[in-house]
């Protein structure tokens, strides 16, 4: 773990990294955890049995380690980025679906055990049907169409700082997306460098000029939707958000939205502000390289997080992390529920 530092990019002011949480779990609480997630059963059979059996597998966690990962989902100040280490893994593990996945091969669960156990500790796990077809456990993997996309199917490029966010026909793309992602990683790279950055939105803050700050906080912005939504929605036009400021709310608790997918300054300021904010995202950042047994908790509201570039070979062994969108609460995104899936939203 590395807090980047680049010493040309335009901060105004001493740049501060904030914590980066830390949990390692001895061998015997993670030969404990596995012992009980080998034997469970693919979750998207019964999944709110599923999660309810998770809850309780979970909760036999060291307490100290149980309360920094509720404090981590229920705190405004507690870190936005926190990095699990010396979880279980499957004893088996199938090749990296070429097709971006699901895998059609996994035949046990230990993986999506802990992604949902731990997604479960944070809130509820949700689908969206534009991202990963409504699926609740995504399969985050590199695919040779989307290899220079500024989506999760990239490798050639640096997938820049942003947040998960989701087309909504109120206009606002930052509302009813996940408050929380978790990425579990199955496989890294195969050269062990695809790193994955987070920037924390009170040191991005504390870095900037006050009156690029000004700008960032007013609302000349519009969002793109997410690639996912550009490419199999809107045949590949862009859909924009109405205006919005990137960075909002309390001065010591912000809130932070940048859209991967592009974001369209409405003015010659604002275009400039966002490129200083890119450049300070990375100055301020930490940046994990993720290994089988590693979960990053990340915090969607309090930073941003981003990518580094990494090489894909498509050969069944290549990068495979799992990530879940996840809700604090349910019910105020229920205008957008499906009718067949309660987790599931258009
Ligand atoms: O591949 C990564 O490390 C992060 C990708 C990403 O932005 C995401 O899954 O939301
Ligand atoms: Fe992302």
Request: charged share 20%.
């Amino acid at each position: 773990m590395t807090a980047t530092t680049d010493l040309t990019a335009p901060a105004a002011a001493p740049v501060t990294t904030r914590t980066l949480g830390l949990i390692d779990l001895s061998d015997e609480v993670r030969d404990a955890l596995g012992a009980q997630l080998e034997r469970l059963p693919d979750p998207n059979t019964d999944i709110d049995h599923t999660m309810t059996r998770l809850l309780q597998i979970f909760s036999t966690l060291p307490t100290g380690v149980l309360q920094q990962i509720l404090d981590f989902g229920r705190h405004i100040d507690t870190p936005g980025v926190t990095l699990i280490s010396n979880l279980p893994v499957d004893a088996e593990l199938p090749d990296t679906p070429s097709d971006g996945g699901p895998s059609q091969d996994k035949k046990t669960f230990v993986a999506e055990g802990v992604l949902l156990g731990l997604s479960g500790l944070l809130g509820e796990p949700m689908g969206v049907l534009t991202e990963k077809a409504g699926q609740l456990v995504h399969d985050v993997i590199p695919v040779p169409g989307g290899a220079k996309t500024q989506t999760n199917q990239g490798s050639d490029v640096f997938l820049n700082f942003h947040s998960d966010i989701m087309h909504d026909v109120i206009g606002r793309y930052d509302v009813a997306n996940p408050d929380f992602l978790v990425l579990s990683c199955v496989r890294a790279d195969h050269e062990g460098v695809a790193g994955t950055y987070y920037a924390d939105a009170r040191d991005i803050q504390a870095a900037l000029a006050p009156e690029v700050l000004d700008t960032l906080r007013s609302p000349l912005f519009r969002l793109n939707a997410p690639g996912s939504y550009v490419r199999d929605v809107a045949g590949g036009q862009d859909v924009l958000s109405e205006p919005v400021p990137m960075i909002s709310g309390h001065q010591d608790f912000p809130e932070i939205a940048i859209s991967a997918n592009g974001v369209h300054p409405l003015t010659s300021g604002a275009r400039e502000a966002l490129d200083i904010l890119q450049q300070v995202c990375r100055q301020v950042s930490h940046s994990v390289h993720l290994r089988p047994g590693q979960t990053l908790l990340i915090n969607n509201r309090k930073g941003v997080h981003a990518r580094s570039v990494f090489t894909a070979r498509y050969d069944g062994q290549d990068r495979w992390l799992q990530r879940t969108y996840v809700r604090r609460s349910l019910w105020n995104v229920r205008y957008r529920v499906t009718e067949d899936n309660r987790r599931v939203h258009y």
